[in-house]
């Protein structure tokens, strides 16, 4: 998948896969829903417009009312590439989310998942 794909892929035909990689794991949507607003400043309810909107990624991160400025210490590989590392600024937020929700379905504790 080329990195322009994801960009326009919709947060919402994803958002599902997040939930079930958590639940899956006995963890919960709530949970998930934490992430994601602790990541981009969203409310609960904008970020339910967001996804009932079927907004892409890309437009997802640059419409974030405040990235959380703690997300740079989300450190770690995901699909073989360090986090830290990745250079293009939609791609890394996409693979900081997926990298805590990769930690949440592991079962560190949301503390630590929120770099509290």
Known sequence: ????????????????????????????????????????????EE??????????????FAESPRMNPSRNMIKGVICGVRVEDIEEPTMQEIRYLDKMIDELAKGKAMEKILRK
């Open 1 to 44: 998948m080329t990195k322009h794909r994801i960009y326009t892929m919709s947060v919402a035909s994803v958002y599902p896969h997040y939930v079930t990689k958590a639940e899956k794991k006995g963890r919960t949507k709530t949970e998930v829903d934490k992430i994601i607003c602790w990541l981009t400043g969203y409310t609960q």
């Open 47 to 60: 970020m339910e417009a967001q996804l009932e909107k079927q907004t892409d990624f890309e437009t997802f």
